[in-house]
């Protein structure tokens, strides 16, 4: 059961063009959120990240969007430029992840290869 | 500052043996956690260190896995047993102190082949 999902495998943009990344999730409990970003034979590397309460984070270049009621989520990068070139995940954090506790079990889409182009 | 590192990079072993990855999380994290990324998915959730316990162990896939960290630095995870199906990218990351806000920093991961 995918609790976190990137529909999109892939995502091709110019350089200096608007990336928007599309990431939706199914459990409710979720209350904080992320964008990593990976480049090939590296670990994740934390970008940015939203909680419930807000709408919108904005640093840099980077934009994420929260919609809870449609529990989406998307990133925003402006202007795009070729070392952005990377997998992205989204990944989210339940309330609740056992006992009443909250620790930082991160819960990741399957990624989106973004390609800019020069 | 060092970031986290994984030893070693690259594992291949045949169906069947053991095999320990090791991590090493950034100086004064006492929260550490694994993730193990199959190809074309997202990392997936293993084990929560908080210290030296393990504080949620929810993720393991079953009784072959097993991790610590007896000092509340390094981590060792361990698989007994190795199926084919075992084989993907192993991610440690450590925090701070655990909270949801810390960001989480990943070592490189250590990629295992069963053959």
């Known amino acids: 059961d995918q609790q976190v999902k990137q529909n999109s495998p892939s995502l091709s943009v110019q350089e200096g063009r608007i990336s928007i990344l599309n990431c939706d999730y199914t459990?409710?409990?979720?209350?904080?959120f992320l964008w990593y970003k990976k480049y090939p034979a590296e670990g994740p590397t934390f970008l940015i990240s939203?909680?419930?309460?807000?709408d919108k984070n904005e640093d840099g270049r980077f934009t994420v969007f929260l919609n809870k009621s449609a529990k989406h989520l998307s990133l925003h990068i402006v202007p795009s430029q070729p070392g952005d070139s990377a997998v992205y995940f989204c990944?989210?954090?339940?309330?609740?992840?056992?006992?009443?506790?909250?620790?930082?079990?991160?819960?990741f889409g399957q990624g989106t290869i973004l390609t800019v182009h020069p | 500052g060092a970031g986290v590192s994984q030893t070693p990079s690259n594992k291949v072993t045949e169906k069947g043996k053991y095999v320990e990855l090791r991590c090493d999380p950034i100086?004064?994290?006492?929260?550490l956690y694994w993730y193990r990324q199959s190809l074309g998915q997202g990392p997936e959730f293993l084990i929560y260190?908080?210290?030296?316990?393990?504080?949620?162990d929810s993720g393991l896939p079953n009784d072959r896995f097993f991790a610590v960290r007896p000092e509340g630095s390094v981590s060792t995870l361990k698989i007994q047993r190795t199926e084919r199906g075992d084989s993907a990218v192993y991610l440690c990351?450590?925090?701070?102190?655990?909270?949801?806000?810390?960001?989480?920093?990943f070592g490189p991961g250590t990629r295992l082949t069963v053959l």
């Open positions: 100086s004064g994290h006492t929260a």
């Open positions: 990351a450590s925090s701070q102190a655990g909270w949801t806000t810390d960001t989480q920093y």
């Open positions: 939203i909680s419930s309460i807000k």
């Open positions: 990944a989210a954090i339940a309330i609740d992840n056992a006992g009443g506790t909250s620790y930082g079990k991160l819960t």
């Open positions: 260190f908080q210290g030296t316990g393990a504080a949620d």
């Open positions: 459990n409710s409990m979720f209350d904080y």
